[in-house]
Every structure is written in C-alpha cells, then in structure tokens.
C-alpha cells in the first residue's frame, strides 16, 4: 500500500504548511537530505502549550508528538512533492517540554515514530534522540526536527 | 553584492577563530556538508553568562545569538577558505539558556537567523530549530550549532 | 596502530548492540553518513540516572560519557562491519542531565570526545555541541547522538 492510501486509511489529512513564526524556513534541501525545521505542538491551529510531569498527561504528550509527524509529513510533501519519493526517514531530534521529574520522553516521542514508521513501513524506521528541554517557543509541550533522505 | 562586501557595510569584522575550550574542532567537512560546533554567547571575548527570563533580557539575547551568528561565519570562512563558495546555510541548531517559564527562544534565534540572511541573501534561508536548554557551558546565554552547504 | 588494537591495548571490549527501548532503530545510513540515536549512559547495563551538579559529580560524568562512546563505537561496528573504515567521526551532540546551576557541560563531554581521539587518531577529531537538559529518558545522567562519515 502507498504512502498516501495508508495515510487515507487512517484519516489523516495534511494539513497546509504553516509560515514559520520567525525568520527562518519550513525546509532546506542539501544533497539528498532534506533538513526539516523543528515543528512545535499544535491543537486547533494553536501552540499546544505546557510540560509533561505537569500539565500534559503522557497519554496527551504523546498524541502531540503524533500530530507533529503529520505537521512533518506536510512539510516533506511540499518540499518533494511526492511522499513515495521518501527514501527513508532519517532522524528525528524529540525536544519534550519537561519538568525537571519527569523521565518518560521517550514514551512521548514514540507517537511520532510509530505513525511514521506505519505509514512508511521499513523507510520510516529512522535514528532518533529524545530528551527533555526547559522550555519550547510559545510554551509547546512538543517540538520535533527531522532529516529525511529522498531518492 | 558579495558577502564579505554585505559584512563591510555593516561594519562586521570576522574575528580569529577562537580555540575550542575542550576536546573537540571548530568544524568538520563530510562530502558537501560542513558541521560547525556549537558556538557559545560571548562579550568582550569572555562568556557572555546568564539565563532568559532572568538576567539576560530579550534584547540582549537577540544581540547575543547575532554575535555568534558572526563567530559562525568566522569559523565558514576558515573551513572553506571563501564565504562566497557557501552554496547554503541548511541549519541552526539555537540553544537558549532559559528559565522554565521563559517561551520565547524563537525571538532569540532571530538576531543570528536574520543576520545571515542579511548577509548571505537568498542562500543564507535556513531550516531551525529553537529551544530552552537547562544550561549551556561556562553559564553561555545562547550557544548555536550549524550546518552549512559548500559549493 | 588499528581501531580494533587500540581498543584492545585500552582493554576495552564493544558490547553487544541492545536493543532501542522505544520505537526507533540504532542508526541510519543516508549516502556516506551513518546517524547514530542517542545513546544513554548505563552503569552494569542499567540507566546511569542523575543530575549533574546535584547527585552525579563531574568525574562520574566524564565517566559515563566514556561509557557512552564506547557504546556509540559498537553501533558504528554493527552498522558498517568494519570501524577501519569509518573516514571521520563527525559530530557529538552531548546533552547532559544538569542542576540549573551546573555549567561544565563540556568538562562531561571530554569524557568521550577523549576516547574517540585516542581510538581514531585524527579521523576522531570531531565537531560537538554539548549543552544542559532538564532531563534524559529513564533519568539517564548523558545522552549522545553521533554522525560519522564512511569509506
């Protein structure tokens, strides 16, 4: 099943791309790489703001992480213009709004690593880092860079 | 207008290239890509110390984060030899020194992000990412890492 | 004098490969770079959980970034078969469990960078960031994700 069939079964619309809040750009293409700018938590269109081992449940720390890799998913198809062109999906870099307690990041981060390795299948498993940070612009709870390669 | 040039008008002068504080280089070349370590705050050539939200204002994190910007620059024109053969600045990597309560590192980012595209037009729009470290070595404000695309 | 003697007069043995403990996978090759996920640091085989500046001090810090690379040299070993024909380590991103307070994120970091120098000769000079998180997963004291450059 394609990239875009798989998203289709599961719902999921790409949103448009969002203007980046600060001077700089969603993506920059080097090589065969493809550095995406960290994209931070949203709900309704709004920075979903707080920090796990406070406010934000795992449970919920993990559903953002799940709505940045389709906030990513977005950008990589704007920049490609064609998803199955992924030749795979290559970091990602899991900043986690944390209380100073809280150790479960990596819990958090698996939202975003399991849709995409779902939707890409074996293109999408992918190297990563997760760790817990003092704070993210606008107060999110989640920000997530990716490095993907393309064909 | 050329990039050294863009850096006379605005009266920059790159400084020598400061002798890492530890183990490691300034920059390595792999392929077409150039990885520079992460740059920290600096005034009158000492660590420019402090957190956001605290004692540092955001004024002086803008001016900070634009000081490395010019260190960053310092140590391309060392690597490659020409600021001219930059065919792209591909990514910042924007550490700010916060206080938990502190959300606004994207305003931060922007003294070095918008200097770079002063000086290195169209070449200089990079992908980023901005977050809130718990700290930074020798009490650094802001430190930056970035990964640059020669010709 | 070889990667593999060098390790061997050091009395270091690479251990065995663990598997990631969320959904990622270890590395990631994209053309001649290898993307090695963040390793943290153990303590016989377990989480090596603290702060610095507060339970950790700095020489079991150093330690358990040593700890780390020797981690990191496996994955490479596993990834490529063969650790003569890594070209260049290329970069360290060392983030270490830090009190607010604390501010010799690079006096950690030296911990592994000194060992990738002592094994690899000048192809381990590398760049790096090292800076303070609020926390790492499971508590771990240091995290460190490694891009090297092959043959």
């Given at each position: 099943m394609g990239v875009y069939e798989k998203l289709k079964e599961k719902g999921i619309i790409l949103p448009k791309v969002g203007k980046p809040v600060?001077?700089?750009?969603?993506w920059v293409k080097a090589g065969n790489l493809i550095f995406v700018s960290g994209n931070i938590a949203k709900r309704d269109g709004r920075p979903w703001a707080g920090k796990l081992g406070k406010e934000i449940s795992l449970e919920d720390g993990k559903e953002a992480a799940r709505g940045i890799a389709i906030d990513l998913m977005s950008v990589l198809h704007s920049a490609?213009?064609?998803?199955?062109?992924?030749?795979r999906i290559v970091k990602l870099l899991v900043l986690v709004n944390s209380?100073?307690?809280?150790?479960e990041q990596h819990l958090v981060a698996n939202g975003a690593s399991e849709l995409l390795v779902e939707v890409f299948?074996?293109?999408?498993?992918h190297a990563r880092s997760a760790f817990g940070v003092a704070q993210i612009p606008l107060g999110a709870c989640v920000e997530i860079e990716l490095v993907a390669e393309t064909a």
């Open positions: 600060a001077a700089f750009v969603p490609i213009g064609d998803l199955e062109k992924v030749r209380d100073p307690g809280f150790t299948g074996e293109r999408g498993a």
